[in-house]
C-alpha cells in the first residue's frame, strides 16, 4: 500500500519536571495564572507527526512519503529519515523560516503541558497533493499541521476520490466548524483520542452515531485503557500492551496509528490492526523522544503474540 502521510514536521524539545503539576495550580485563581517549572533536563528530538507515523511504518517494513514543509535547520533530519527508507522528496524548504518546534514539558504522571511553534508549517497549505499525484497513493493520511492546509488536503482527497484517514486531532478547536465537519464526512477512517472525540461532537455538532455513520474505520484511543475500534458495523476492544518501562509519552499516539496502518495495509482483520498498534504504542512509550525505539518484525511479531493470539495472521510480517 502506498501512504502519503501529511503532517507537522517538526523538533520536539522535551523537558521533564520532577513533581506534579497539579500541586501548583489554583483552581479559584484560574483567571490569573502564571507559573514557572524549574525541570531536571531537556533534550531536543525528532518529531512531529508524519515523520513520527513513518518512522514506526518504516520500522514494519513500508516506506512511506511525506509531504509538508521545513527550515533550513532540517538537512541532518532528512538525511536520518532517508536512512530509514522514508522518502523525503516531497519535503519542501521554506527559505529563511525554522522547523516547527514542540515544546513538551512532562510531570511524575506523565501530564503534560505544552507549546508548539509554527514556524515552516505555516506553509504547509501552498503545498498541493497534485504534487504527489504520479504515486497513485492508496491513501493519504491528514493528520495535525497548518489548519488552512488540512482544509486543502480533505477537498482534494474528495476531488480526486482518495481515501483519506482524517486525524484532527490538535486542531480540532483551530479548524472552522464547517470544514471540521466537511474533513470528518468525507473521511475514510479518523482517529482521535477520547477527550478530542467528545471535542468534535462540540465543533461539528454530530454525534457519535452520526460520526461513526460517515466513515469506514473509527479509532478512538483511550491512553492506558487501550483503545475501541469500530470497523464494518462492529466494536472492538483494544487493550493496552504493558509496558517493560515508561519513559515519556510524546508520540504514543503517532506509533499507534502507524501500527494499525500496516495491519490495515495487510488487509489484516480490524482487532489485529487495533492491537497492532497498541503494542506500536507502547514500544514507543518505553523510550524518551517519538523516533527512538526500534524493533524488527520479527522482534514485533514475537512481543504481540506474548499477548494476543493472532492465529499465524502476522506471518506475513516475517516473509
Not at 519536571?17 to 531537556?42: A, C, N, T, W
Not at 529519515?81 to 525554522?98: A, M, R, W
Not at 497533493?129 to 504520479?134: D, G, M, P, Y
Not at 480490524?270 to 514500544?283: K, N, S
Request: hydrophobic share 40%; net charge negative; aromatic share 12%.
Amino acid at each position: 500500500m502506498k501512504i502519503i502521510l501529511t503532517g507537522s514536521i517538526a523538533y520536539d524539545y522535551l523537558m521533564t519536571f520532577p513533581g506534579y503539576f497539579r500541586d501548583h495550580i489554583l483552581q479559584e485563581h484560574l483567571e490569573k495564572i502564571s507559573l514557572s517549572f524549574l525541570v531536571d533536563s531537556m533534550v531536543r528530538q525528532r518529531g512531529g507527526v508524519a515523520p513520527n507515523i513513518a518512522y514506526t511504518l518504516a520500522l514494519l517494513g513500508e516506506k512511506p512519503i511525506i509531504l509538508g514543509t521545513v527550515g533550513e535547520d532540517f538537512d541532518v533530519y532528512r538525511t536520518w529519515l532517508e536512512s530509514k527508507g522514508i522518502i523525503t522528496k516531497y519535503i519542501k524548504v521554506i527559505p529563511g523560516e525554522f522547523t516547527a518546534s514542540f515544546f513538551a514539558n512532562t510531570d511524575l504522571s506523565n501530564a503534560q503541558i505544552a507549546s508548539f511553534y509554527t514556524g515552516a508549517m505555516a506553509y504547509a497549505a501552498d503545498l498541493s497533493l497534485k504534487e504527489v499525484r504520479a504515486e497513485n497513493p492508496d491513501l493519504v493520511v491528514i493528520s495535525p499541521n497548518d489548519p488552512a492546509a488540512m482544509e486543502r488536503y480533505t477537498i482534494e482527497c474528495q476531488e480526486t476520490q482518495t481515501p483519506y484517514l482524517y486525524d484532527p486531532s490538535q486542531q480540532i478547536v483551530r479548524i472552522r466548524p464547517d470544514k471540521l465537519t466537511y474533513g470528518v464526512q468525507n473521511a475514510h477512517s479518523l482517529f482521535v483520542n477520547e477527550y478530542e472525540f467528545e471535542l468534535l461532537q462540540k465543533h461539528t455538532g454530530l454525534d457519535a452515531g452520526q460520526i461513526q455513520n460517515h466513515v469506514e474505520i473509527m479509532v478512538i484511543t483511550c491512553g492506558e485503557q487501550g483503545a475501541v475500534v469500530y470497523a464494518r458495523g462492529e466494536k472492538y476492544d483494544i487493550p493496552a500492551v504493558p509496558p517493560q518501562k515508561v519513559a515519556d509519552p510524546t508520540g504514543v499516539g503517532d506509533a499507534f496509528r502507524a501500527g494499525f496502518l500496516k495491519g490495515y495495509s495487510l488487509n489484516l482483520p480490524p482487532q489485529v490492526c487495533g492491537r497492532m498498534g497498541a503494542l506500536a504504542a507502547t514500544y514507543c512509550l518505553e523510550y524518551r523522544g517519538t523516533q527512538n525505539h526500534f524493533y524488527t518484525p520479527a522482534e514485533f511479531v514475537s512481543r504481540y503474540r506474548e499477548h494476543f493470539d493472532d492465529q499465524g495472521a502476522l506471518d506475513v510480517l516475517l516473509k
